[in-house]
């Protein structure tokens, strides 16, 4: 790797940390600068994992007075996020990287809508009984999990979707534990792809360091935002997403 291939990498990694913290999707910053510098679509994908991972837990740091609002939930939803990283990972190093591309549009896309309309759906499902249910919670949040384990392209927009919807808790607790399940499905992941030797370790190191620094950032710049600005930026870098990858 030369220094320009470093500097890209620690670049695209401070980017991503911010914007992971904010609202998610930091994953089409960092997964077209390693495959720039010459890492195959899995290889890129597994290094991008792990390189992500210090960020989430600083982002996660900055957010614990609002973790400690909602431990019991933390605590909860900790099982489906792990288990749905172990599923997911061992997807993508077993099925075709190429057939669920195809359709990772079309699910930030809906969670974009689903984002943007988060406040009139909360209104008409406010009187349905059961919405609110540790079940559904935990289904939903196993299929994030196992979506963000497999490739994990704005399933930060997602999460913030969901919990945003089915939680009756602010934008900004949403929003911690969003951080939070995130760092614990991308470590679940990241536990099975340092084991399949997928990863480049000198690329993830560099991106780690700068990941750190600029998901503390993120978090700090995220708690500043009033929910309305929060949803924008989340709604922005998930159609962002969506058109990176149908032009890839």
């Known amino acids: 790797m030369t220094l320009l291939d470093g500097a890209l990498l620690a670049g695209a990694a401070i980017g991503a940390g911010i914007v992971n913290a904010v609202a998610g999707g ?3 910053l960092t997964f ?28 996660a740091f900055a957010y614990g007075r609002h973790l400690k609002d909602q431990r019991r939930l933390a605590i909860s939803l900790a099982v489906p996020s ?56 935990w289904l939903v949040q196993l299929g994030v999990g196992i979506y963000g384990g497999y490739f994990g392209a704005a399933m930060g927009i997602m999460m913030m979707a969901a919990l945003g919807v089915l939680l009756p808790s602010s934008q900004q607790h949403a929003n911690a534990l969003k951080v939070l399940f995130s760092f ?31 998901g503390f950032v993120g978090a700090r710049l995220a708690q500043r935002l009033p929910p309305a600005g929060m949803r924008g930026v989340a709604v922005a870098v998930g159609l962002y997403a969506a058109l990176r990858l149908w032009v890839r």
């Open 26 to 28: 930091g994953t089409l």
């Open 32 to 59: 077209p600068a390693l495959l720039s510098i010459g890492l195959s679509p899995v290889a890129a994908n597994a290094t991008n994992t792990l390189a992500l991972w210090p960020g989430q837990l600083s982002s």
């Open 82 to 137: 792990v288990l749905g990283g172990l599923v997911g990972s061992q997807l993508v190093l077993r099925l075709s990287e190429r057939s669920f591309e195809l359709v990772v549009p079309w699910l930030i896309l809906v969670a974009c809508a689903l984002l943007a309309a988060q406040t009139l759906i909360k209104k008409a499902l406010s009187g349905v009984r059961g919405i609110d249910h540790p079940a559904i919670l």
């Open 184 to 214: 614990l499905i991308n470590g679940a992941a990241a536990f099975c792809f340092l084991g399949s030797g997928k990863v480049a370790l000198v690329a993830a190191a560099v991106m780690a360091v700068a990941n750190t620094l600029g």
